[in-house]
């Protein structure tokens, strides 16, 4: 994350939580552990965080990923490699039964016909 979106979350924070105690050194060790985080999960973090605690957070509850983030990435990159999958099976041609085996459909018919009824002796 940026220092000034990070500096700009911190605020956020601060304000959210009139009484947190907050001096120099906590918000610069703040700033630092935000510039080394991801910016949406912290973001969407913090935003849980306030609408759901009347505590103020702890560092690493605001600079963990955030699950509903990782789900959305993980349904995207699903989506993308199920499309993928679809783009390349609409390439190549669907091959049948007989012709992956070499021999004609009434050939493939007799044999599969005559394998089912052997099956039911």
């Avoid at 935000?34 to 759901?52: D, F, M």
């Avoid at 605690?53 to 983030?69: D, G, L, M, Q, T």
Wanted: charged share 40%.
């Amino acid at each position: 994350m940026e220092r000034q979106d990070a500096l700009k979350l911190f605020k956020k924070l601060a304000s959210s939580y009139p009484s947190w105690k907050v001096d120099r050194d906590i918000a610069e060790n703040w700033l630092e552990e935000l510039e080394q985080a991801e910016s949406e999960s912290c973001w969407a973090n913090a935003k849980e965080h306030i609408r759901e605690s009347r505590f103020a957070p702890s560092i690493a509850e605001i600079v963990k990923p955030n699950a509903r983030i990782a789900a959305e990435r993980e349904k995207q990159r699903t989506r993308e490699m199920l499309d993928e999958q679809d783009r390349l099976r609409s390439k190549v041609p669907s091959i049948t039964p007989w012709q992956r085996e070499g021999i004609s459909k009434e050939e493939w018919m007799r044999q599969t016909i005559a394998k089912h009824k052997a099956s039911k002796s």
